[in-house]
């Protein structure tokens, strides 16, 4: 059974900073392409930040310079520092999963129930 589950996430004033964990089971962790999205409330789920088993990345343009992707397959898991948080990055943040290369900002196979960021102004 594949299970994606989030943690770090909490309340943080603006400016500061929190780092996400993925802790990623029942699946070969080191050939799947990782991503991070997020929704806001009364927004559509959209892309943070996406990274490839061949460690290639991509963000959202509201993220780039702020927020760093990244991954251990020795421990699979995913990471995501958040640095210079905005009020505008309070969201559920989820991490996802597929084993496409390819799947860029795409559709996911898998997803973890996410984790709840806020940043207070």
């Known amino acids: 059974q594949v299970q994606l589950l989030e943690s770090g996430g909490g309340l943080v004033q603006a400016g500061g900073s929190l780092r996400l964990s993925c802790a990623v089971s029942g699946i070969t962790f080191s050939i799947l392409t990782m991503a991070w999205f997020r929704q806001a409330p009364g927004k559509e789920r959209e892309f943070v930040a996406a990274i490839t088993w061949r460690l290639g990345t991509d963000y959202s343009d509201s993220v780039k310079g702020r927020f760093t992707i990244s991954r251990d397959n020795g421990k699979n898991t995913l990471y995501l520092q958040m640095n210079s948080l905005k009020p505008e990055d309070t969201a559920v943040y989820y991490c996802?999963?597929?084993?496409?290369?390819?799947?860029?900002?795409?559709?996911?196979?898998?997803w973890g129930q996410g984790t709840q960021v806020t940043v207070s102004s």
């Open positions: 996802a999963a597929d084993h496409h290369s390819d799947v860029g900002r795409g559709e996911y196979s898998y």
